[in-house]
C-alpha cells in the first residue's frame, strides 16, 4: 500500500512546532532524502505508520490526530479550491473527496450511504494498533468535516459523531457539537446531494488562499512568534481561530506560551491583530467581498466594531454592506 509523500511532508512541517528533528524522522524512511513536496512520490504504509508513531509518542498528546487535524485547515482550503474546478455538486465532491484518500491514502476509507433521508459518510481503519487507528481517523475526520462544512450552506451543516465519552476537546477544537456515538461518522441532510457547492465560500477561500500563503514566514518576527502567527495562518478555516484553539498545537502551557511571546515583544492579541489587518487590507483592494462578510471572516461579531478596528489601524475604506 503506498501512500502520497505529501502526506507526510505535512507530518514533517507539523514536528518543527515540537521540537521535532524531521532528519531523525527520515531515517525510517527507505529513500531518507526524499523530495516529499512531489505528489507522484510514494512512500510505504509501513514508512508511514512508524513515523506517524513515532510522532504521537514523542508530543504525548491525547488529541494527537484532532489537533494535526485541525492544523491541516489551511491545506483542507487548497483541497476545496480544487474541487470547485472539478465538481459542481457535493455527490461529486464526496466522491472526489473517496478518490482522493484511495489513491493518496488508502490507510482510511471513506464510505457513503443514504438511508432515511440521511446521508452518512463512515470513516474506517484497518491498522491493529488502536490507539494510531483512532488518531489516524480523527486527523481525517476534521480534514472532511472541514470540506463539507465550508462547502455547504448554513442550513445543511453535517452532525457529528464520534466513538468517544469525553467530547470537550472536539467540540472546542471544531467549533462544532458533536455526539458520541459507535464510528466516526457524518451525516447530512439527503436532500444536499443534489445542490451546488456554496459559491460564496468558495469565491472567499479562491480569494484568500494566496494571500495565506504569502503571509507564511514573515520576516519581522522571532523564532516564536513567527510559529505562532505561522500556526494562526495554518488553522484559518478561512475563519482566524482564537489563542484557545491555537495553543492546544504547541507543547507548552498557556502562561508559558503568554512568557515566550512577551519576551520576543508579542502577545497572541498583537500577533493576531497584524493579521486581521493584513487581509483586511487585502480583502478591501480587491472589492470582491461585502464589509459584513469580511467582518466575519476576521472574527468579528459586527460589521461596525470590524470598522472600529478599521480606524484605528488607519485604514481607508469605503463602506459595503
Partial sequence: MKISAPHIANLFDYCTYHGISELELRTNLKVSDLDV?????TIDKSEFLTVFKIVVEKT????FGLCYGC???LKALGFIAALSLNTSSIEQAVFFLQEYLKTTFPIVTLSAKESDGVY???LDCSIEDTTLKDHLLDTVFCFIYRELRLMLSNEFLPKLQLPYLDLIEYSNLLN????SGK???IQIKSEVLGSELNEKRVKE???LLPQFMKMYDHKNYSAFSLQMRNMILSMCSPEIPTFEQVSKQFPLSNRTIQRKLRKEGQSFRKISDAIKRELSFYLAKEKQIKTQDIAYILGYSEPSAYLHAVKRWGLMLSYDP
Fill in 37 to 41: 513536496c512531489i505528489p507522484e512520490n
Fill in 60 to 63: 504525548k498528546n491525547t488529541h
Fill in 71 to 73: 492544523y491541516l485547515n
Fill in 120 to 122: 452518512e459518510l463512515k
Fill in 176 to 179: 462544532s457539537e458533536i455526539v
Fill in 183 to 185: 464510528t466516526h461518522l
Fill in 205 to 207: 477561500i479562491e480569494l
